[in-house]
Structure formats: C-alpha cells, structure tokens
C-alpha cells in the first residue's frame, strides 16, 4: 500500500492538472522511446487499440503530439510528441523531481540509506 500512495502522490505532482495518467504515460513514452504506431503503443501501455485511439485522440487534439504517415508503409501512422508535449513532461518530471527531492531532505541520513537499498530491490523486482 505504501509503494500504491507513493506513486499517487508523485502522480499529482504534475505540469497540468486535467491530464490523465494515461496521456502523460503515453507522452513519456514517445518523448523517452521516439515516434510508436497505434499498435505499438496500445501494446507497451497494455490497453486495448480502441482505448489508445481515444487517448491519442485527445493528445492530438490538445497540440501534445501528431501523427503522419509511415514512409515506408503508408498503411501505419507513426505518433510523435511535439515541442509543446517534451516541454510539458519535461515540466512535470521536473515538479515530481522538486517535490521527492524535498520530502527524501526531510528523512535522516539512515532513513535514506535505507531508501536506497530498498529502492535497488525494488528495482530488481520489477526487472524480473
């Protein structure tokens, strides 16, 4: 449960109040893994294609990404973040940064260490 309002608390956290956290996962991930299809994205967020579209959709319509033709397969549409999209997850990462970076100073130095190594398990955890 810990680790479940960690995360709610870092959501919250964000450049833009009325984003959901599936779009700013979607921008995170064509602004940290380049341009995705539909497919390919409905499929790295585990969503249905239909599901993605609407969210897409929505991204399009907000000037956060776009999209344009394959120019090897005029049959797939590859999606792109836009200036404005890096510039809001990068806004966003930057707030969840500031507000973990201030509430980790408030923690004793053993409180940290401890942090830390739980943070590598975590991380191994979720490699596996």
Do not use: Y
């Not at 995360?7 to 940290?32: E, H, I, Y």
């Not at 549409?77 to 500031?98: F, H, K, P, S, Y």
């Not at 100073?105 to 398990?121: E, F, K, N, Y």
């Amino acid at each position: 449960m810990a680790t479940f309002r960690l995360s709610r608390r870092l959501r919250s956290q964000r450049a833009l109040d009325t984003m959901s956290d599936a779009q700013f996962a979607v921008l995170a991930t064509l602004k940290g893994h380049g341009p995705h299809t539909l497919g390919e994205l409905a499929e790295r967020e585990r969503v249905t294609a239909p599901s993605m579209n609407r969210t897409v959709n929505c991204l399009e319509e907000a000037g956060w990404i776009t999209r344009t033709p394959d120019e090897t397969d005029r049959r797939k549409v590859n999606i792109e973040i836009t200036t404005q999209g890096r510039e809001l997850v990068a806004e966003t990462v930057r707030r969840r940064d500031m507000w973990l970076a201030q509430v980790v100073a408030d923690l004793t130095p053993s409180q940290r260490r401890t942090l830390a190594r739980a943070a590598a398990i975590m991380s191994e955890v979720a490699a596996r």
